[in-house]
C-alpha cells in the first residue's frame, strides 16, 4: 500500500516541477490546447448535422407516425452524441501525446536533466517521424487494451451490487493504469523500453501506476481540467519512469529556466548529453 503514496507524491511533484518551470509549463500547454479546440470543434459539428446524419441513416422510419419517430430518432442522435462525448475522452490524452509528441518529448527531457545526478538525460536517437509512428501504433494497441476492459466492466455493470459499486471503482483503476501507460511513454520511449516491456514492468508495481494515474483520471473528469494537468502529468510520469527503472533521482528544486538553459548551452558545446539509455532494465532494440 505505500505504493499508492509514492505514486501520488510523483503526481504532485510533477505539477510542482512545472510550476517553477513557467516557460515549460506555458510550452506544454499548446499541444493539449490544440486538441481541445479539434475535439470541441468536432462535438459543435456532432451536435448541429447529427440530428441530419441520424435521418439519413434510417430511412425505413420515414412512414412512422409521430411521436414514434421523433422519439426514435431523438434517441439516436443523443446515444451518437453520447457516443461521441465518450470517444472524445477516451482518445483525448492519446492525440494530444501524439499531437504533442516533439513538446512533451523536450518537456521530459528537461525534467530528465533537472533531476539526474549528472545532469544528463537518455536520448532515442531516433527520427521525429519513427517516434510519431511508435507512439501512434503504441496508443492504438494500448486503446484497443482498453476498450476491452471498458466491454467487459458495461457488461459487469448490469450484476446487481456489484455493477452499482464495485465496478466504477474498478472503471477507475483501469483508467488511471492505461492513462499512466500513455504518458510514462514520453520517457520510456526515450528509453527504448517497448510496449510489452513497459506493461510488464507496470504490472509488477501495480499499486505505484494506481496512486498515480487514478487521481489523475478523476481529475481529468473535470472539464478542461485535462488541459491545464498535462504537462504536469507529463513531469509526474518522467519521475515515475526513472522509479520503474531504478534510477536515481535527485531531490533538489532544480534550476530555473535561465540557468537550465544557459547549462543545456554548455552540455551542447561539450557533448554531455549523450545517450546512456543502453543496459537499462527492460530496453528492447526496435
Known sequence: MRDLGVGFRYLLKGQRWVA???????????????????????????????????G????????????????FRGFLTAVLFALGLLLAVLTFTAV?????????????????????????????????????????RDSLRVLARALMWAVLLFALGFVPVVGQTV????GFFVTGFF??????????????????????LFRSRKTLIWGFGTPLGLAFLVPFVAVFLMPGAVAGATLLARELLG???????????????????RDDGDGAGASHAAGRPGATNR
Open 167 to 170: 465496478v466504477p471503482v474498478l
Open 179 to 200: 492513462l499512466t501507460e500513455e504518458l510514462a511513454a514520453v520517457a520510456l520511449q526515450r528509453r527504448d523500453v517497448d510496449l510489452r516491456a513497459r506493461l510488464a
Open 247 to 265: 534510477e536515481e533521482i535527485s531531490e533538489g528544486d532544480g534550476p530555473d529556466d535561465a540557468d537550465t538553459d544557459a547549462a543545456h548551452a
Open 56 to 71: 439519413w441513416a434510417t430511412p425505413f422510419a420515414d412512414d412512422w407516425s409521430s411521436p414514434w419517430i421523433g422519439l
Open 20 to 54: 517553477r518551470h513557467g516557460r515549460q509549463y506555458g510550452f506544454g500547454l499548446v499541444p493539449g490546447l490544440i486538441t481541445l479546440v479539434l475535439y470541441l470543434a468536432a462535438l459543435v459539428a456532432l451536435a448541429v448535422w447529427g440530428e441530419g446524419f441520424v
Open 96 to 136: 494530444t501525446l501524439l499531437i504533442g509528441q516533439p513538446f512533451y518529448e523536450s518537456l521530459s527531457e528537461r525534467v530528465d536533466r533537472d533531476v539526474s545526478p549528472d545532469g544528463t538525460a537518455p536520448e532515442s536517437g531516433l527520427p521525429l517521424w519513427r517516434e510519431l509512428w511508435i507512439s501512434a
